[in-house]
């Protein structure tokens, strides 16, 4: 069975800072890696799509890249805003559709 | 393009009630996700349809059944409800042969 593991939890960084979220899953036969993003009571935006096939994506501010031979993905944003407070949650598209817990960011003014 | 949209928004039932969600896709989707998140966790896989057929299931158990209509609406149904059931449910949408998946804004279950 899929498991994902996102690092850290939680995490509050200064506006302004560059910071990498971490996700990692246990079998590497996935479809593809999606990033998310979800604010409080609300339902998840997708940031970034990378196919199994791709190693990067890149929107804006944002760069995801997947790594499926070492089961990791790393989100990448930069130059943090508060509007980016948000828990950032991944998933990974096998047989089933598997997320982890989300990291949940808090960019300080 | 109105996006992914679910019914109702909020929901308080009764210990033991039914409950029918409903879910209607991005346009040009074909494919239907329901998935549960509990206070604090990442959204649970519920199943998918397609082709008004479920096609995957996770780990829940058959209180939860679904229907996906011909115009690739959704339908999901949780029978004798527990208080673990309070959670907020929601569907997403995609293509079959794209598979990324678009979120609405999903349905707060409250069980008393």
């Known amino acids: 069975k899929q498991e994902v593991t996102q690092i850290p939890a939680a995490l509050s960084v200064p506006e302004g800072e560059n910071l990498v979220l971490n996700c990692s899953f246990t079998?590497?036969?996935?479809?593809?890696l999606q990033w998310f993003r979800q604010d409080p009571g609300k339902g998840l935006t997708s940031l970034l799509l990378?196919?199994?096939?791709?190693r990067e994506q890149t929107s804006g501010r944002l760069n995801a890249s997947l790594d499926k031979s070492s089961g990791r993905s790393t989100l990448y944003i930069a130059a943090s805003q508060p509007g980016d407070s948000a828990t950032y949650l991944c998933?990974?598209?096998?047989?089933?559709?598997?997320f982890g817990t989300g990291t949940s960011l808090t960019v300080i003014p | 393009d109105a996006g992914v949209t679910q019914s109702p928004t909020h929901l308080i039932k009764t210990r033991g009630q039914q409950v029918t969600l409903r879910c209607s896709p991005k346009?040009?989707?074909?494919?239907v996700s329901w998935y549960q998140q509990a206070l604090g966790q990442g959204p649970q896989f519920i199943f998918q349809?397609?082709?008004?057929?479920?096609?995957q299931r996770g780990n829940f158990p058959d209180r939860f059944s679904g229907h996906q209509f011909p115009n690739y609406s959704s339908e999901l149904n949780v029978n004798a409800l527990l208080l673990g059931d309070s959670a907020l449910y929601l569907c997403?949408?995609?293509?079959?042969?794209?598979?990324?998946?678009?979120f609405g804004p999903g349905t707060r279950l409250t069980v008393t």
């Open positions: 997403a949408s995609s293509s079959l042969i794209i598979y990324e998946q678009y």
């Open positions: 998933a990974a598209t096998g047989n089933q559709f598997y």
């Open positions: 349809y397609y082709e008004e057929e479920e096609r």
């Open positions: 990378i196919q199994s096939s791709q």
């Open positions: 079998d590497s036969a996935i479809y593809n």
């Open positions: 346009s040009g989707h074909d494919t």
